[in-house]
């Protein structure tokens, strides 16, 4: 599975690492809602997990959990 994915959506997504089926196998995709960020998205016991990456305005990166527990 190719690591950056572009701008597909967060379905597409999930259905790609589902389908890969490997605890532990993610992606990397544009942010469907905060433009020039990116979301690392990972496969874990049959779920995927979502961090919205951005950088600061320092510079650096930072990284914060997106998925809701609903």
Do not use: M
Request: contains cysteine; negative net charge; glycine residues 12%.
């Amino acid at each position: 599975l190719p690591i950056y994915h572009g701008g597909i959506t967060r379905e597409a997504g999930e259905r790609l690492l589902l389908a890969a089926g490997t605890d532990g196998s993610y992606l990397l995709r544009d942010s469907e809602s905060i433009p020039g960020a990116y979301c690392l998205c990972v496969l874990h016991q049959g779920y995927v997990y979502t961090y919205r990456v951005s950088k600061t305005e320092s510079g650096s990166w930072s990284a914060e959990v997106c998925n809701s527990p609903f």
